[in-house]
């Protein structure tokens, strides 16, 4: 066979077309994305430097974790699960601690995603329709998007779409490599995002509708399943005993303002958005053939019905509704969406055939190709400024909305790990997520700020101002007041430097946000180099000396 009309070739020239639509669109930025992208960014540069450091971070790995994240506080530890970490962590220890080494992390796990989801579609459809659905789940704006950011979705739909195929094939092949691969890629999702539980409800789904229940018996399985839990089990018990009450408030009251207990609106909230994760005319395509489906392929399209009900029964219970939990169910949207032309090429009906994908196509990549791509730069000026400028061994304080991203920067341009960094929203105030969850107030009036801050004694403070519109945050305004009344002749701050914002990001363009560097003018002999922190969602303090 030619290499031409291999498969394989044909699914490189479609990922080769999505590769040219994002890097039409690809912004270079700092770290911003749902403000989770700093903590996933230096997460990854933690792995990188606790490498680094073997073996030496094995004899106390607990006190080497607690200090490194009181040096640098913005680590996503136990809060999300290790393993994308670990993989970023050793790519940065190759290339460096830069965020676009976790971009470029992300993006492989973008194509490994995509040429699963062709094998995903070639269960029911098509070759030709399957490479349909590659380009199709590849546009959708939730994909597309996330592909580009260092967030954990993609690598998470990687290992789901993977281990949701590999089951496929052992329910028909028997294979015991495919037992083996099924269990061990859950094991991995879930090990990189929590959501990665939708497989087990996908399994057991899949099981009763296919009246193999007595696979769950056979010995491939039994070995396969035991050490898919030898893999995940210790994390998930040391991840209940430090984070119950951070897990528990996240799936029983949420994590930002407008999240509810589960309540009628659960139950279409994920159809409701559904244009929103994959674009008007994927969303219409999916319809038709839906309603196709449901009349003439129900039996060959068991694994996309048992992949949307398992994304919708495990997402719609839980507080926290957000779209993005919808990922794991665009593979089986698109198979939906590919199924009339596949019906029509077969009917001959060829024309309409290529008119309906081509249309869907073209549609899908205008609306995501004009979809708004957001930079932001800033972070990284203000801390080059700060670590070039810096003559004592005194902390920084930073504070803003984007506070993780500073604290990012102060460690990327401190190769020798001296600077420490604390952060207004931990010693100043505090929050689980948002102000509307678990916040509480270490200083109510300037006098008690100016009184932390002589504790902490930070050489330079570095802070968001004015602070962004779209969430207002007492604890940081009032630093804001008490360091702009406190700064001048005399006084006991001098502003040093003022970077604006450079972004296209309406958060900010429409404060006129800025970062204003403050340099304490005098030094504190008495000053505490004793660092504490409560950890709400931990419902605990940790310290470390600095």
Same mark, same amino acid.
């Given at each position: ?120 579609? $070639? !269960? ?8 349909? %659905?590659? =380009?199709?789940?590849? @546009? #959708?704006?939730?994909?597309? *998007? ?67 229940? $007595? !696979? ?8 396969? %399943?035991? =050490?898919?839990?030898? @893999? #995940?089990?210790?994390?998930? *018990? ?68 048992? !992949? ?239």
């Amino acid at each position: 066979m030619s290499v031409f009309h291999r498969p394989a070739f044909h699914v490189a020239g479609v990922l080769v077309v999505l590769l040219a639509a994002h890097l039409l669109t690809a912004r270079h930025s700092e770290p911003f994305f749902n403000n989770d992208e700093t903590k996933h960014t230096l997460t990854g540069v933690f792995f990188a430097d606790a490498i680094h450091d073997l073996p030496g971070c094995l004899t106390d790995p607990k006190g080497y974790a607690v200090r490194y994240y009181c040096q640098y506080p913005a680590l996503g530890l136990v809060t999300w699960p290790p393993l994308f970490y670990l993989l970023e962590g050793l790519a940065m220890l190759i290339f460096g601690p830069h965020f676009l080494v976790g971009r470029l992390c992300v993006a492989v796990f973008a194509a490994a995603a995509l040429v699963y989801v062709y094998r995903f579609a $070639r !269960l029911m459809i098509g070759h030709a329709f399957a490479l349909l %659905a590659i =380009l199709w789940v590849g @546009l #959708t704006p939730l994909v597309f *998007v996330f592909s580009q950011r260092v967030m954990l979705e993609v690598p998470t739909l990687a290992f789901v779409i993977a281990a949701v195929f590999h089951f496929e094939v052992y329910l028909t092949g028997s294979r015991r490599r495919d037992a083996l691969l099924a269990c061990l890629l859950a094991a991995a999702a879930v090990l990189t995002r929590f959501d990665g539980v939708i497989l087990l409800p996908y399994y057991i789904l899949r099981l009763l509708q296919t009246w193999n229940l $007595r !696979l769950l018996l056979r010995r491939p399985v039994l070995a396969s %399943a035991s =050490l898919a839990l030898i @893999l #995940t089990v210790p994390y998930y *018990v040391i991840t209940i005993v430090l984070y119950r009450e951070g897990l528990t408030t996240s799936v029983t009251q949420g994590t930002g303002p407008t999240d509810t207990p589960f309540g009628p609106g659960h139950l279409i909230y994920y159809f409701a958005t559904l244009p929103e994760q994959a674009g008007w005319p994927l969303v219409a395509a999916a319809l038709g053939g839906l309603v196709l489906t449901m009349a003439c392929f129900r039996r060959e399209s068991g694994p996309a019905f048992g !992949l949307m009900l398992a994304v919708y029964l495990t997402f719609s219970p839980l507080a926290e509704l957000d779209w993005r939990h919808a990922i794991y169910w665009l593979p089986a949207v698109a198979v939906c969406a590919a199924r009339p032309v596949d019906w029509l090429w077969g009917k001959g009906w060829r024309w309409m055939a290529v008119g309906l994908a081509v249309t869907v196509s073209a549609t899908l990549m205008a609306g995501t190709l004009s979809l708004p791509f957001r930079y932001v730069f800033g972070y990284s000026d203000a801390m080059e400024w700060v670590a070039t400028h810096k003559t004592t061994d005194r902390p920084i304080l930073v504070d803003g909305d984007l506070a993780g991203s500073l604290v990012y920067h102060a460690r990327r341009h401190d190769s020798a790990r001296q600077i420490w960094v604390l952060r207004g929203d931990k010693v100043l105030y505090n929050q689980f997520s948002d102000p509307a969850t678990g916040y509480r107030q270490y200083a109510h009036t300037e006098a008690e700020v100016l009184e932390l801050l002589e504790k902490w004694d930070p050489e330079y403070v570095v802070v968001e101002d004015p602070q962004p519109n779209f969430r207002r945050v007492e604890g940081a305004e009032l630093l804001q007041r008490t360091l702009r009344a406190n700064a001048g002749v005399g006084m006991r701050f001098d502003v040093v430097n003022t970077i604006p914002l450079r972004t296209n990001y309406d958060r900010y363009t429409e404060p006129g946000a800025t970062l204003i560097v403050y340099r304490k003018r005098y030094r504190n002999p008495a000053s505490t180099n004793q660092i504490q922190i409560e950890l709400i969602g931990l419902g605990r303090s940790i310290g470390a000396a600095r």
